[in-house]
Nanobody, 120 residues
Framework: QVQLVESGGGLVQAGGSLILSCAASGSIFSINTMGWHRQAPGKERELVATITSSGSTTYTDSVKGRFTISRDNAKMTVYLQMNSLKPEDTAVYYC??????????????WGQGTQVTVSS
């Protein structure tokens, strides 16, 4: 079985910083793109940032210049450094990863989510 476990969420004041972590575990042969998504109350889930196995990154416009995605391939972990947080960043943050188990095709896995609340 493959698991993604997120950590690092919490309550922070506007302008503050948080770092989220998401560690993959299980019988993993390879990991391609990893990403962070978020879902605010009453809104659809949106893609926040992605990072490929070679380190190429993408960001949604609203977080560019404030958030940084990174990964440690040896630890099978993806991070999201969030700076200059705004109340509109409040959401449940989910990580995802395209993972291949031996003898299997790549498929997308999701973490359970971690709450980030930014107070004004």
């Amino acid at each position: 079985q493959v698991q993604l476990v997120e950590s690092g969420g919490g309550l922070v004041q506007a302008g503050g910083s948080l770092i989220l972590s998401c560690a993959a575990s299980g019988s993993i042969f390879s990991i391609n793109t990893m990403g962070w998504h978020r879902q605010a109350p009453g809104k659809e889930r949106e893609l926040v940032a992605t990072i490929t196995s070679s380190g190429s990154t993408t960001y949604t416009d609203s977080v560019k210049g404030r958030f940084t995605i990174s990964r440690d391939n040896a630890k099978m972990t993806v991070y999201l450094q969030m700076n200059s947080l705004k109340p509109e960043d409040t959401a449940v943050y989910y990580c995802s990863a395209d993972i291949k188990q031996i003898f299997e095709r790549f498929r997308e896995y999701w973490g359970q989510g971690t709450q980030v609340t930014v107070s004004s």
